[in-house]
């Protein structure tokens, strides 16, 4: 049986945590930062997590992990 293969761009977007979670990167961090808060940007640097709902949808995308 040939490997599957993992959707690049889910591959690209995603990392998995040790528990099997889906993290993400939270958007309106790239540019046009002076307008927005200080707080709002440093909750940005956070990681997000991926809902239950949508796990496995990920876990579909990426059959290995990322």
């Given amino acids: 049986m040939p490997k599957m293969k993992s959707n690049r761009g889910a591959a690209k977007r995603f990392t998995m945590t040790a528990s099997g979670k889906a993290k993400y990167k939270k958007m309106n961090r790239r540019h046009i930062l002076t307008k927005k808060?200080?707080?709002?940007?440093?909750?940005?640097?956070?990681?997000?997590?991926?809902?239950?709902?949508?796990?496995?949808?990920?876990?579909?995308?990426?059959?290995?992990?990322?």
């Fill in 37 to 66: 808060a200080q707080k709002r940007k440093r909750h940005l640097r956070q990681d997000g997590i991926i809902s239950k709902a949508d796990q496995p949808n990920i876990d579909r995308m990426l059959p290995y992990g990322a």
